[in-house]
């Protein structure tokens, strides 16, 4: 468990952690493509490996390092045993239309009770319309999921877009196998699109060509992926907990890796912040915050940016006045209910917070004690929740922080170095 204390001033300069959605976009990517490709800069997390696990039972040859990943690519295999994705949602849905193209037999894929909780019904029905055999060994819409080898045909496809933006990008990597050109037609509101610019940016590189239409993606069948290198860029969804304990602690902080130009949604935390009232510089390629700031209570729409309402939950607790959290339903199909464990735990520590539907609403009560919390194995909660504990009063308790390992593996370290008083028990 972490025990965390109040901190009253953090300093220094670190780099910002890889992104978790481009380096698993990129090792599948690279996976699939025929011939040598290096990933730098990976993220060398726990979700992030269970997607090099998958791609190697497939076929591919991967060596990895700290600060790179060697991918030799472009050999679907039938796994020779079950993909095990624990944790990793990203892993299951991609891999889910990826082991169609093995040339024979049946992949298997589960995870962990969380993952053979989290909905695929939308996904294997999408894959059925183009014969891709995928079904729930359960017959409910859940894993564990069989894929058989399968020949796909058609040239149109219809998903739900309100549910998991995974489940898009899982047909854009699978449909340049098509002979056909394929549209893919959302059949409700998009959820996340970010997540999907960042899909089609990483297939770019890697020689694959989708576009964005009325309605939905078209993507060109009868493309190749071409092997490259590719460096990952710094997640703006990890550095947000290092960007909120800048604003609300007096703070002298640099964030390298971090790029202006980003695709990344979560980039919008700089934003917010600055309508909140932080005077938060970005750079070319990197951030830079002195902090503390009073921040201002505001509406926030996180249909784009389900990752950061950990981060905003907290934030608004130490706001003036009320902060709208809302058009967030999605956010209950995460690692967990993310709306209900923040209305759970951060009541426990004294905030003034409701839980809606689709989201929260939190009157800023400025101060938050030392409380027990629990993260319900969620990596977000335990970062998002240590920033809490770094501005409450007294010492909170944080159980489940080795979940940290899928998104942000030396987080504490990296907190510690910049003066937060953290200690791993």
Not at 4 to 33: D, M, N
Not at 160 to 180: A, K, Y
Not at 240 to 257: D, H, P, Q, R
């Amino acid at each position: 468990m972490l025990i965390v204390r109040k901190t009253e001033h953090l300093e220094g300069k670190v780099k910002a952690p890889p992104s978790k959605s481009y380096t698993h976009r990129a090792v599948i990517s690279a996976s699939l493509a025929e011939g040598k490709s290096l990933i730098k800069d990976p993220l060398n997390g726990r979700d992030c490996l269970a997607s090099v696990r998958g791609c190697r039972l497939l076929g591919a040859k991967i060596k990895t390092s700290e600060k790179c990943w060697e991918v030799e690519g472009g050999k679907i295999e039938t796994p020779e045993d079950v993909i095990d994705v624990e944790n990793s949602g990203t892993t299951l849905r991609i891999l889910t239309s990826i082991s169609s193209l093995i040339p024979k037999g049946y992949a298997i894929l589960t995870g962990d009770s969380s993952i053979r909780k989290r909905p695929m019904e939308p996904l294997l029905s999408a894959l059925r319309e183009i014969n891709v055999k995928a079904y729930s060994s359960r017959l409910n819409g859940l894993a564990p999921i069989i894929v058989e080898s399968s020949k796909m045909k058609g040239n149109k496809v219809e998903i739900r877009g309100d549910v998991s933006s995974q489940f898009i990008t899982s047909l854009m990597m699978l449909l340049p196998f098509n002979e056909e050109d394929t549209n893919i037609t959302l059949t409700s509101p998009l959820k996340s699109k970010p997540y999907l610019d960042i899909t089609i940016d990483v297939l770019s590189h890697f020689g694959v060509r989708v576009e964005e239409v009325e309605n939905g993606y078209l993507v060109y069948g009868n493309q190749r992926y071409r092997c490259c290198d590719y460096t990952v860029e710094g997640d703006y969804s990890s550095s947000s907990y290092i960007i909120a304990a800048g604003v609300l602690i007096n703070s002298n902080i640099v964030i390298e890796n971090l790029f202006r130009d980003s695709k990344q949604g979560d980039k919008r935390i700089i934003d917010i912040l600055k309508e909140m009232g932080a005077d938060i510089k970005v750079k070319k390629d990197r951030v830079e915050i002195e902090g503390e700031y009073n921040l201002e209570g505001v509406e926030i729409d996180v249909n784009d940016i389900p990752d950061l309402v950990p981060t905003l939950a907290v934030l608004a607790c130490f706001a003036e006045g009320k902060t709208v959290i809302y058009n967030g339903e999605h956010v209950r199909y995460k690692e967990c209910d993310r709306l209900r464990a923040c209305y759970t735990e951060l009541k426990k520590m004294g905030a003034d917070i409701e839980e809606r539907r689709d989201g929260l609403i939190i009157r800023g009560v400025k101060k938050l004690k030392g409380a027990e919390l629990e993260t319900y194995h969620d990596h977000r909660l335990v970062m998002a929740f240590t920033v809490a504990g770094l501005k409450a009063e007294g010492e909170t308790i944080i159980r489940g922080e080795e979940s940290v390992k899928i998104s942000f593996p030396n987080f504490v370290e990296v907190m510690k170095s910049l003066g937060a008083n953290i200690e791993v028990r």
